[in-house]
Protein backbone atom coordinates (compact mmCIF):
# COMPACT_ATOMS: atom_id res chain seq x y z
CA UNK A 1 0.00 0.00 0.00
CA UNK A 2 1.45 3.64 -1.13
CA UNK A 3 2.25 5.61 1.79
CA UNK A 4 0.31 9.31 2.13
CA UNK A 5 3.45 10.65 2.09
CA UNK A 6 4.52 9.21 -1.34
CA UNK A 7 0.57 10.06 -2.35
CA UNK A 8 1.45 14.00 -1.91
CA UNK A 9 4.60 13.80 -3.56
CA UNK A 10 3.25 12.21 -6.60
CA UNK A 11 0.48 14.83 -6.92
CA UNK A 12 3.03 17.41 -6.92
CA UNK A 13 5.67 15.80 -9.40
CA UNK A 14 2.90 14.53 -12.02
CA UNK A 15 1.73 18.41 -13.41
CA UNK A 16 5.12 19.50 -13.01
CA UNK A 17 6.10 16.74 -15.34
CA UNK A 18 3.43 17.32 -17.60
CA UNK A 19 4.57 21.21 -17.72
CA UNK A 20 8.02 19.79 -18.21
CA UNK A 21 7.14 17.19 -21.15
CA UNK A 22 4.79 20.16 -22.64
CA UNK A 23 7.09 22.43 -23.28
CA UNK A 24 10.17 19.79 -24.02
CA UNK A 25 12.12 21.52 -21.58
CA UNK A 26 14.22 18.67 -21.58
CA UNK A 27 16.06 20.19 -24.73
CA UNK A 28 19.25 22.87 -23.70
CA UNK A 29 17.27 25.68 -26.05
CA UNK A 30 13.95 26.45 -23.85
CA UNK A 31 15.97 25.51 -20.61
CA UNK A 32 18.72 28.49 -21.38
CA UNK A 33 15.87 31.02 -22.58
CA UNK A 34 14.08 30.13 -19.17
CA UNK A 35 16.99 30.62 -16.92
CA UNK A 36 18.46 33.47 -18.68
CA UNK A 37 14.86 35.18 -18.05
CA UNK A 38 14.89 34.49 -14.67
CA UNK A 39 18.12 35.72 -13.71
CA UNK A 40 18.09 38.83 -15.56
CA UNK A 41 14.35 39.41 -14.39
CA UNK A 42 15.51 38.94 -11.11
CA UNK A 43 18.82 41.46 -11.57
CA UNK A 44 16.34 44.28 -12.84
CA UNK A 45 13.88 44.26 -9.86
CA UNK A 46 17.05 43.44 -7.57
CA UNK A 47 18.62 46.92 -9.41
CA UNK A 48 15.81 48.90 -9.11
CA UNK A 49 15.21 48.18 -5.56
CA UNK A 50 18.47 49.03 -4.75
CA UNK A 51 18.32 52.13 -6.59
CA UNK A 52 14.99 53.46 -4.95
CA UNK A 53 17.17 52.48 -1.58
CA UNK A 54 19.66 55.14 -2.63
CA UNK A 55 22.38 52.53 -2.44
CA UNK A 56 23.59 52.80 -6.26
CA UNK A 57 23.85 57.04 -6.01
CA UNK A 58 27.77 56.91 -5.37
CA UNK A 59 28.65 54.36 -7.09
CA UNK A 60 26.61 55.97 -10.56
CA UNK A 61 28.09 59.82 -9.44
CA UNK A 62 31.70 58.38 -9.75
CA UNK A 63 31.34 56.55 -12.79
CA UNK A 64 29.59 59.44 -14.67
CA UNK A 65 32.61 61.86 -13.30
CA UNK A 66 35.32 59.51 -14.02
CA UNK A 67 34.27 59.98 -17.96
CA UNK A 68 34.38 63.57 -17.62
CA UNK A 69 37.48 66.12 -18.17
CA UNK A 70 37.57 67.27 -13.80
CA UNK A 71 38.11 71.16 -14.73
CA UNK A 72 34.95 71.03 -17.34
CA UNK A 73 32.42 68.38 -16.96
CA UNK A 74 30.56 69.16 -20.30
CA UNK A 75 33.93 68.07 -21.71
CA UNK A 76 33.79 64.17 -22.05
CA UNK A 77 37.26 62.41 -22.19
CA UNK A 78 38.77 61.15 -25.10
CA UNK A 79 39.38 63.00 -28.60
CA UNK A 80 36.01 64.77 -30.11
CA UNK A 81 35.68 62.17 -32.39
CA UNK A 82 34.95 59.89 -30.23
CA UNK A 83 31.98 62.41 -28.58
CA UNK A 84 31.07 62.45 -31.97
CA UNK A 85 31.12 58.32 -32.04
CA UNK A 86 28.78 58.02 -29.58
CA UNK A 87 26.16 60.01 -30.49
CA UNK A 88 26.37 58.26 -34.08
CA UNK A 89 26.42 54.96 -32.08
CA UNK A 90 23.87 56.06 -29.61
CA UNK A 91 21.43 56.40 -32.44
CA UNK A 92 21.61 52.69 -33.12
CA UNK A 93 19.17 52.70 -29.98
CA UNK A 94 16.89 55.68 -31.07
CA UNK A 95 12.93 54.52 -31.15
CA UNK A 96 13.18 55.70 -34.60
CA UNK A 97 16.03 52.88 -35.50
CA UNK A 98 14.71 49.66 -33.72
CA UNK A 99 11.34 50.35 -34.93
CA UNK A 100 12.36 51.22 -38.87
CA UNK A 101 14.79 48.21 -38.83
CA UNK A 102 12.39 45.67 -37.19
CA UNK A 103 9.64 46.75 -39.94
CA UNK A 104 12.43 46.16 -42.07
CA UNK A 105 12.90 42.87 -41.02
CA UNK A 106 9.98 41.89 -40.61
CA UNK A 107 8.71 43.17 -44.41
CA UNK A 108 11.91 41.43 -46.09
CA UNK A 109 10.40 38.14 -43.76
CA UNK A 110 6.79 38.80 -45.19
CA UNK A 111 8.05 39.24 -48.69
CA UNK A 112 10.10 36.08 -48.33
CA UNK A 113 7.29 33.60 -47.71
CA UNK A 114 7.77 33.29 -43.97
CA UNK A 115 4.49 35.93 -42.62
CA UNK A 116 4.44 34.76 -39.76
CA UNK A 117 7.99 35.46 -38.46
CA UNK A 118 7.70 38.37 -39.84
CA UNK A 119 4.45 38.82 -37.81
CA UNK A 120 6.12 37.56 -34.77
CA UNK A 121 8.89 40.04 -34.90
CA UNK A 122 7.05 43.15 -34.70
CA UNK A 123 4.66 41.51 -31.79
CA UNK A 124 7.86 40.77 -29.67
CA UNK A 125 9.91 44.14 -31.05
CA UNK A 126 6.63 46.52 -30.15
CA UNK A 127 5.57 44.88 -26.98
CA UNK A 128 8.62 45.27 -25.54
CA UNK A 129 8.69 48.88 -26.35
CA UNK A 130 5.71 48.84 -24.42
CA UNK A 131 7.10 47.35 -21.97
CA UNK A 132 10.15 49.84 -21.56
CA UNK A 133 7.72 53.32 -21.57
CA UNK A 134 5.40 51.68 -18.76
CA UNK A 135 8.56 51.15 -16.76
CA UNK A 136 10.08 54.56 -17.07
CA UNK A 137 6.64 55.77 -16.35
CA UNK A 138 6.38 53.69 -12.81
CA UNK A 139 10.04 54.46 -11.67
CA UNK A 140 9.73 57.89 -13.15
CA UNK A 141 13.22 58.44 -12.00
CA UNK A 142 15.13 62.08 -12.98
CA UNK A 143 17.57 62.17 -15.64
CA UNK A 144 21.26 62.90 -13.75
CA UNK A 145 22.02 66.01 -13.23
CA UNK A 146 25.39 65.73 -12.63
CA UNK A 147 27.14 66.28 -16.17
CA UNK A 148 25.58 68.61 -18.47
CA UNK A 149 23.84 65.94 -21.38
CA UNK A 150 25.43 64.96 -24.61
CA UNK A 151 22.19 65.47 -26.33
CA UNK A 152 18.99 66.07 -25.78
CA UNK A 153 16.15 64.37 -23.87
CA UNK A 154 12.51 64.05 -23.24
CA UNK A 155 11.94 60.79 -21.10
CA UNK A 156 12.32 59.54 -17.43
CA UNK A 157 15.78 57.82 -16.35
CA UNK A 158 14.84 54.21 -15.71
CA UNK A 159 15.31 51.98 -17.40
CA UNK A 160 17.57 53.31 -19.91
CA UNK A 161 14.98 53.18 -23.07
CA UNK A 162 17.53 53.12 -25.27
CA UNK A 163 19.74 49.73 -23.45
CA UNK A 164 16.23 47.74 -23.46
CA UNK A 165 15.07 48.55 -26.48
CA UNK A 166 18.57 47.66 -28.26
CA UNK A 167 18.57 44.25 -25.94
CA UNK A 168 14.90 43.43 -27.08
CA UNK A 169 15.78 44.51 -31.13
CA UNK A 170 19.33 43.18 -31.92
CA UNK A 171 19.08 39.86 -29.43
CA UNK A 172 15.33 38.95 -30.70
CA UNK A 173 16.70 39.66 -34.19
CA UNK A 174 20.07 38.11 -33.66
CA UNK A 175 18.56 34.37 -31.96
CA UNK A 176 16.25 34.19 -34.73
CA UNK A 177 18.92 34.52 -37.49
CA UNK A 178 21.17 32.43 -35.79
CA UNK A 179 18.16 30.07 -35.41
CA UNK A 180 17.35 29.82 -39.35
CA UNK A 181 21.73 29.89 -40.17
CA UNK A 182 23.14 26.58 -40.62
CA UNK A 183 26.65 27.34 -40.77
CA UNK A 184 28.29 27.28 -36.92
CA UNK A 185 30.25 30.48 -37.63
CA UNK A 186 27.72 32.55 -39.40
CA UNK A 187 25.43 31.92 -35.94
CA UNK A 188 28.59 32.76 -33.76
CA UNK A 189 28.91 35.65 -35.89
CA UNK A 190 25.05 37.09 -35.61
CA UNK A 191 24.85 36.27 -31.82
CA UNK A 192 27.91 38.47 -31.38
CA UNK A 193 27.01 41.49 -33.61
CA UNK A 194 23.83 41.71 -31.53
CA UNK A 195 25.25 41.69 -27.87
CA UNK A 196 28.33 44.15 -29.28
CA UNK A 197 25.79 45.93 -30.57
CA UNK A 198 23.47 45.76 -27.54
CA UNK A 199 26.84 47.06 -25.14
CA UNK A 200 27.60 49.76 -27.10
CA UNK A 201 24.46 51.94 -27.50
CA UNK A 202 24.37 51.45 -23.44
CA UNK A 203 27.86 52.18 -22.98
CA UNK A 204 27.02 55.40 -25.21
CA UNK A 205 24.13 56.88 -22.74
CA UNK A 206 26.64 56.35 -19.91
CA UNK A 207 29.49 58.57 -21.57
CA UNK A 208 27.16 61.26 -23.20
CA UNK A 209 25.58 62.04 -19.52
CA UNK A 210 22.03 61.15 -20.61
CA UNK A 211 21.82 58.09 -18.01
CA UNK A 212 23.22 57.19 -14.71
CA UNK A 213 25.02 53.56 -15.45
CA UNK A 214 22.72 51.41 -13.16
CA UNK A 215 19.69 52.75 -15.59
CA UNK A 216 21.59 51.33 -18.44
CA UNK A 217 22.67 47.90 -16.41
CA UNK A 218 18.76 47.73 -15.84
CA UNK A 219 17.71 48.08 -19.39
CA UNK A 220 19.98 45.48 -20.09
CA UNK A 221 18.67 43.04 -17.89
CA UNK A 222 14.74 43.67 -18.59
CA UNK A 223 15.97 44.06 -22.52
CA UNK A 224 17.99 41.02 -22.44
CA UNK A 225 14.84 39.19 -19.98
CA UNK A 226 12.25 39.88 -22.40
CA UNK A 227 14.46 38.69 -25.53
CA UNK A 228 14.83 35.37 -23.67
CA UNK A 229 10.85 35.48 -23.51
CA UNK A 230 10.77 35.96 -27.07
CA UNK A 231 13.31 33.15 -27.99
CA UNK A 232 11.69 30.97 -25.75
CA UNK A 233 8.33 31.91 -27.22
CA UNK A 234 9.45 31.32 -30.76
CA UNK A 235 11.33 27.62 -30.11
CA UNK A 236 7.55 26.37 -28.78
CA UNK A 237 5.85 27.82 -32.07
CA UNK A 238 8.75 26.54 -34.17
CA UNK A 239 7.93 23.29 -32.25
CA UNK A 240 4.56 24.14 -33.33
CA UNK A 241 4.67 24.36 -37.13
CA UNK A 242 3.80 28.49 -35.98
CA UNK A 243 6.57 30.22 -37.56
CA UNK A 244 9.59 28.96 -39.57
CA UNK A 245 10.18 24.56 -39.85
CA UNK A 246 12.82 23.78 -37.42
CA UNK A 247 16.48 23.55 -38.64
CA UNK A 248 17.33 20.63 -40.88
CA UNK A 249 19.47 18.04 -39.57
CA UNK A 250 23.34 18.55 -39.93
CA UNK A 251 24.93 16.60 -43.44
CA UNK A 252 26.13 13.14 -42.42
Known amino acids: MRAPGNLRQNRLIEPALAVWLRLRLNEVGPLVALLCLSILGYGFFYLAHEVGEGSTAALDRRILLALRNPADLADPIGPPWLEESMR ?118 IYLGVHWPSDVLAGWCIGAAWASLCWFVALQLQRHGEVEAPDPPPPA
Do not use: Q, W
Request: charged share 15%; hydrophobic share 50%.
Open 88 to 205: DITGLGSVFTVLFLTCAVASYLCVSGRRRIGLYVLVAVGSGELVSTVLKFFYHRPRPDLVPHGMEVFTASFPSGHATMSAIAYLTLATLIARVERNRRAKALVLALGVSVTLLVGLSR
